[in-house]
């Protein structure tokens, strides 16, 4: 089956402030990771381009969508304008080329929707932004590229739609923009407690809404209790398309939040929600542990593709590894098996009783 790579030249620099972060450079360390094994290919390679901003404007509102793009360009924008689309500050910094870049990710998504309308697999890393409202940033995100792929297939005819968050963070802009649109399925595991504080379980609605939210300290066993309860209610949906953000936030040792899954699992649940459609479209999104999201997207393309992942890395990658380093982890906190391999120490444990709890309600909803 057909599988692309989405890649556009502003997903390789990292313009944030230092100590923000994404201030890493996780697309470029990624795609060096990718270059270096020989798993891209240039008849993979996707080059996309940004989308133009009468596009933009069928989903974001047209004044804020101007408004960033004046920002981007370095026009100064009072607080007033600042504070009502919340750009300009510590969350959502302003830069040059913030725009483009933004627009580069939804016209990705677009691109990887369309290149496998007819069946294949699409993997846009640079994507996810799932936090970005209709007319404001949220969580570091600008503009929201999975409502974009999945309003692609709806565009071209589809009606099942599933769309499958596996970040850390409650898809909350996806869901709040289909949340009464039953041509798609929404669901989303993340972290209980987290920012943004929405995704509850009494949120869900049977068929159409499920949220799951999984308490700090999850290890691979619950995670994929919890995977399969979704799974069947996903299954029984039936797609025709799947949409995955598959935020790399979700492994143990990253900064931003408390789950302790291995890269191990996180790849079997993306390929688990992959086999149940023909047409599917992975994207990237949160992940602020340079090490753990270059290592588990790297991993994630090559499960995807069928390549083989090396036990023992060359040199070149052990140097690229070593020589990293994040803001947000201190040096004894760098787990050696980071510098070392691409796939994780699966994290067994037992299985709490409120994750056996949590699955049963779920696949209740399947009933």
Sequence with gaps: MNSFFISNSYFYSAEWASNHPLAISRQAKFYDLCQILGW????????CNGLNQEKIAEIHDYNYVIILKKASSGINLD???????????FENPIFTGIYERAAASVGGSVAAANAVMNGGTAFHPAGGTHHGKR?????FCYFNDPIFAIKTFIDNGFSRIAYVDLDAHHGDGVEEYFKNDDRVFISSIHEENRWPHTGKLDDNKKGRIINIPVSAGINDDEYNLIINALYINVCKFAPQAVVITAGADCLN???LSKMEISNIAFWNAVQKFCSLAPSRVVLGGGGYNPWTVSRAWSGLWAKLNGYEIPDILPSEIKEMFSAMSCDLIDDDEINPVWLNTIADQENH???????????DKIRAFAE
């Design 253 to 255: 040792g990253d900064p």
């Design 40 to 47: 891209l290919p240039k008849e993979k390679i996707l080059q």
């Design 349 to 359: 444990g037992d299985i709490r009783t409120h994750f056996i709890d949590l699955s």
């Design 79 to 89: 607080q007033e304008t600042r504070l009502k689309y919340n750009i300009g500050n």
């Design 135 to 139: 007319d404001k940033a949220s969580g």
